[in-house]
């Protein structure tokens, strides 16, 4: 079946433009995650969305940052004003998550480049 | 604070040789430990997965351990091949509230011809 899908794949933007990146999950994924990945550095999370409920932004770095979620289904990141140290990899996944599913591996995209001149 | 820490941070091997990457965590309560492999521009992908009731597992080339009571976990890959080279991500997940796993800042590794 589909993975997740992410677009663009690339991005290239001036510095104090605004980005929308989306995420297509994978059908019936209730979780999804929102992670940043600058070059040679670990996965930085960003936000992550569980059903109805609301999301845990606790990993968004500044108030330019927010996402939203459609009906439980597609996913858009929105970077508002980008900054230089905004260029990364920002990688979207999905998991079927519930009180019982602890041990769901989350399945990734393969990510939006991002760069900001 | 929840903390996965890797070892080594990069790795270089030669093909067909063996190696073993490290993962430390103090992730509390303990769920399930999982090791992702990332290639270059794409996103991770899970190998495998332990929970705490299992000492070992192997996918193929890849064998995973785990000790739950020092918390340490190991990747071995057996036999390297070329296709090995990318990153090793060791992620650890708590049990009864939060979904959002702690992630490792992975291991790189290179199989040289």
């Known amino acids: 079946g589909a993975g997740v899908s992410q677009s663009p794949s690339n991005k290239v933007t001036e510095k104090g433009k605004d980005v929308e990146l989306r995420c297509d999950p994978i059908?019936?994924?209730?979780?999804l995650y929102w992670y940043r990945q600058s070059l040679g550095q670990g996965l930085e999370f960003l936000i992550y969305?569980?059903?109805?409920?609301?999301?845990?932004k606790s990993g968004l770095p500044s108030d330019r940052f927010s996402a939203e979620r459609t009906g439980g289904s597609v996913s858009t990141l929105t970077i508002q004003r980008t900054q230089q140290e905004d260029s990364a990899v920002y990688l979207c996944?999905?998991?079927?998550?519930?009180?019982?599913?602890?041990?769901?591996?989350?399945?990734f995209g393969n990510g939006t480049r991002l760069t900001v001149t | 604070k929840n903390q996965v820490e890797q070892s080594p941070q990069s790795l270089i091997i030669l093909e067909g040789k063996n190696c073993t990457l490290q993962c430390n965590y103090t992730v509390s309560p303990f769920s399930n430990l999982r090791w992702y492999k990332q290639d270059t521009g794409r996103g991770p992908v899970s190998l495998t997965i332990?929970?705490?009731?299992?000492n070992t597992k192997s996918n193929g080339r890849y064998t995973a351990t785990l000790d739950a009571d020092t918390k340490q976990s190991s990747l071995h890959i057996t036999a390297s091949q070329l296709s090995d080279s990318a990153s090793y991500i060791c992620v650890v997940s708590a049990r009864g509230g939060s979904y959002i796993p702690t992630f490792g800042r992975g291991t790189s590794l290179i199989v040289h011809p």
């Open positions: 332990m929970t705490f009731s299992e």
């Open positions: 059908s019936g994924h209730t979780a």
């Open positions: 996944a999905s998991s079927i998550l519930d009180v019982s599913s602890y041990n769901s591996p989350l399945h």
């Open positions: 969305f569980q059903g109805n409920s609301a999301p845990d």
